[in-house]
């Protein structure tokens, strides 16, 4: 016998309104769950590197050990408050690469120093230069607030000339190199104190603080860290900037440092590839030779190797020549840096020079070959910290090569995308003439 109709109607509300509740309930249990998750600032994302072919320098380094494809998985000791994402500018990159004019872009590939707490000098890299980036010194500001306002005016100026704003680096490495003081950075232990206590959470700690004064400063980029193993112990120059003459360990500690850096949103530059930690000449007075077997040369590049794999940003070239394999120092060695990081290594980053002032090249070559080779080896970002001279005699030759035919400006288009990539990756595409 079927229910009177009063009765199904009050058993489909209850079925109803126990529905109703059911999912109410549910509804709270996942929102307690998951709003505190939505509120927490995400980590940011850390870039995803393609499977890249891992060769060994052609006919010439044998085959090294196998390596650990990923850094280690030691818990994060993160310092609080750095969780800041890399910003991805809605400009895109080859269409502003068409409206750049070719004194735009070249000035791009401009990196320099300046001296003092003058900045005149600066501004007039920046107006007249259009250059793309500039290195701080210690002797550029004494505090936080003189360095922030700097910084800040200076890519006030670069945003009104490009919509683009600059690279603004520094070496703070630790140890005994940090080019910003005390009083805007606090003193870390050497990497060679770091090596041998192998003391990756204090590397880990090193590269979050640093990341949060840097963003305090106005700071995007750091000349760090040292990748070199220093296997040479009359090696002075490279000394405690080394983590040590292990190839594993010092890639270990160094992809911790990178992955770190990077994560808080600024560039990590891996250097002095292929490897200092041979020599026992300072290339900031000669030029160091070093002639390795292939076993040898292998170790060297090893933690280059691990730091392309970890998604390194920035390369740093060393001015070192290594009989056997080039004649010339491996900046502006078309075999190290077009064959071997290029094609065999598969690197797509940004390769910037060692500060192509110190003696090691300035000494030894004419200034019209270096720019020449230094462009044909693939170099993107030429370094000058030292000679104004050098700054305008550089940004000469890039013209004038192009507009005689000499170099195509195709080349130029080449490493200017990959400077406007590495920039966008950070948010430092602005919009105004960019935009325009």
């Not at 891996?270 to 292998?298: C, R, W, Y």
């Amino acid at each position: 016998m079927r229910a009177p109709v009063s009765i199904r109607n009050r058993h489909g509300y209850l079925r109803r309104w126990g529905l109703d509740l059911l999912v109410c309930l549910t509804a709270f249990g996942v929102g307690f769950l998951l709003i505190p998750k939505l509120l927490q600032c995400d980590d940011a994302p850390t870039t995803k590197v393609s499977s890249q072919r891992q060769r060994d320098i052609p006919n010439r380094v044998a085959a090294t050990a196998t390596a650990s494809a990923s850094v280690s998985n030691t818990p994060r000791n993160r310092v609080p408050g750095i969780r800041i994402r890399q910003r991805q500018s809605i400009y895109d990159v080859n269409t502003l690469l068409q409206r750049m004019t070719l004194e735009q872009k070249v000035g791009q590939m401009l990196m320099v120093g300046f001296k003092g707490p003058d900045h005149k000098g600066a501004i007039g890299f920046v107006r007249n230069y259009h250059v793309g980036g500039l290195v701080i010194s210690r002797s550029n500001a004494i505090t936080k607030t003189q360095l922030a306002v700097l910084t800040e005016s200076l890519q006030q100026i670069s945003r009104s000339d490009s919509g683009i704003d600059l690279l603004l680096a520094t070496d703070q490495e630790g140890g005994s190199v940090a080019h910003i003081g005390k009083s805007i950075c606090p003193p870390f232990a050497s990497n060679a104190t770091s090596g041998e206590e192998n003391d990756e959470i204090g590397v880990i700690k090193q590269a979050g603080t640093t990341a949060r004064v840097f963003h305090e400063v106005g700071l995007n980029m750091n000349f760090a860290p040292v990748l070199d193993v220093k296997t040479n112990t009359r090696n002075r120059v490279i000394g405690s900037r080394s983590y040590g003459s292990d190839p594993e360990k010092v890639a270990q500690l160094g992809c911790a440092y990178i992955t770190e850096l990077q994560r808080c949103g600024i560039i990590a530059t891996a250097k002095h590839f292929p490897g200092h930690g041979p020599t026992s000449v300072d290339s900031h007075k000669d030029t160091p030779i070093a002639s390795l077997t292939q076993e040898q040369m292998n170790i060297h590049v090893h933690p280059f190797k691990r730091a392309i794999r970890a998604g390194v940003d920035a390369i740093m070239t060393a001015h070192i020549i290594y009989t056997g394999y080039d004649n010339r120092p491996a900046t502006l060695s078309n075999f190290w840096l077009n064959g071997y990081l290029r094609r065999d290594l598969g690197y797509q980053g940004v390769i910037i020079t060692d500060s192509l002032g110190m003696g090691a090249i300035r000494k030894n070559y004419s200034w019209h070959n270096v720019v020449k080779d230094a462009l044909d080896a693939g170099i993107d970002i030429f370094l000058i910290c030292e000679g104004d001279d050098l700054k305008s005699l550089t940004r000469q030759y890039l013209l004038s090569s192009v507009r005689s035919g000499e170099v195509p400006e195709s080349r130029i288009d080449e490493s200017v995308v990959r400077i406007l990539q590495l920039k966008q990756k950070y948010g430092l595409i602005k919009g105004g003439a960019a935009a325009q």
